[in-house]
T-cell receptor, first 112, second 113 residues
Framework: GENVEQHPSTLSVQEGDSAVIKCTYS??????FPWYKQELGKRPQLIID?????GEKKDQRIAVTLNKTAKHFSLHITETQPEDSAVYFC???????????FGKGTTLSVSS | GAVVSQHPSRVICKSGTSVKIECRSL??????MFWYRQFPKQSLMLMAT?????????EQGVEKDKFLINHASLTLSTLTVTSAHPEDSSFYIC?????????FGQGTRLTVV
């Protein structure tokens, strides 16, 4: 089945710096790649997603890039702020195309 | 966006008892819903796919007789943890898709004592 690898597991940056989180997936049939932000004890919140027919997508300070050939996608957060501190998960849809398979998560800490 | 509601948000039960968790799609119909389990500081692990009107599909290693799933309507799926043990204590989250985008319930913190 689909396997999603995520790196790094922890990331500490200074306020204003950029943060990059990378994920790889195994199933070439996957065509949907969302990123979620999860705060402690709460549900994951979608922050951005990308479909396989697009190479890059941007929403204000957040961008995602996708390399289908290499089967990896990345989250880029620019001008980080302390409120960006949370756990971030990447995901890819599974072989059936329905469920999402998640990476192990990245704990982002932004210090002021 | 679409809303998925999960209940209860927290439950404490005694070992050996059963606990039912409900997941509702409030403003859309979901023929398929998904159940995840999340241990502290870990990722969301897919447990099963709930299919309206038919049997659920369980991921490898998930006991179907222990985690009973019922999806009797287009807006409701339930997960029953039977004969709960302390190792079943976890954060259980349901999800439903409206189009390609997935929406999550608030999660249920289950503590088995």
């Amino acid at each position: 089945g689909e396997n999603v690898e995520q790196h790094p597991s922890t990331l500490s940056v200074q306020e204003g710096d950029s943060a990059v989180i990378k994920c790889t997936y195994s199933d070439s049939a996957s065509n949907y790649f969302p990123w979620y932000k999860q705060e402690l004890g709460k549900r994951p919140q979608l922050i951005i997603d990308i479909r396989s027919n697009v190479g890059e997508k941007k929403d204000q300070r957040i961008a995602v890039t996708l390399n289908k050939t290499a089967k990896h996608f990345s989250l880029h957060i620019t001008e980080t702020q302390p409120e960006d501190s949370a756990v971030y998960f990447c995901a890819a849809n599974n072989q059936a195309g329905t469920a999402l398979i998640f990476g192990k998560g990245t704990t982002l800490s932004v210090s002021s | 966006g679409a809303v998925v509601s999960q209940h209860p948000s927290r439950v404490i039960c005694k070992s050996g008892t059963s606990v039912k968790i409900e997941c509702r799609s409030l403003d859309f119909q979901a023929t398929t819903m998904f159940w995840y389990r999340q241990f502290p500081k870990q990722s969301l692990m897919l447990m099963a796919t709930s299919n309206e009107g038919s049997k659920a599909t369980y991921e490898q290693g998930v006991e179907k007789d222990k985690f009973l799933i019922n999806h009797a309507s287009l807006t409701l799926s339930t997960l029953t943890v039977t004969s709960a043990h302390p190792e079943d204590s976890s954060f259980y989250i349901c999800s439903a898709r409206d189009g390609q985008q997935a929406f999550f319930g608030q999660g249920t913190r289950l503590t088995v004592v």
